[in-house]
């Protein structure tokens, strides 16, 4: 496959972006701009999730979003993240005024079992949500031999 290099000289790291510099190249940023940030388009959002010897840590992107604006609910191994967006832009210039208005949901859920569920942990700072799931010691865990008929 021929790839174009990027304005920077670089080749695209993957297909995707090779179409994107198509595209971009084609049309005008007024006409991609619904397209480009498809991931508030879909109601999702990105996140990171680690684990270590003692526990489980999410950090999910959630820039725009206010505090008080997030909801967390941990329910039958589920913990479940959802935020609402309304987020209004005003650009003026010389002869015209432009608002862009985006409202909706967003929401992940993640199965995640063998947590301490009244010892979950959520801080928000800087548009990143840092949840932190504390697993239960490895004598607690229900495990039951199933029989063999």
Known sequence: MFLLPHRNGNLPATPRDYF?????????H?????????AAMTGSFRVD???TDNEY?????????????????????????AAQRNETQEVKEENYVRKERRFGQLQRSFYVDNVIE??????FTDGVLTITLPKKDKNERK??????Q
């Open 20 to 28: 994107n510099q198509i595209m971009r190249s084609f049309f005008d």
């Open 30 to 38: 007024d006409f991609l701009a619904p397209f480009e940030n498809i």
């Open 49 to 51: 999730l680690r684990e």
């Open 57 to 81: 840590i999410i950090e999910a992107d959630l820039p725009g979003v206010k505090k008080e604006d997030i909801t967390l609910r941990y329910e039958n191994n589920y913990l479940t993240i």
């Open 118 to 123: 009244d010892q979950i942990n959520a801080k």
């Open 143 to 148: 495990r039951s031999n199933i029989p063999i």
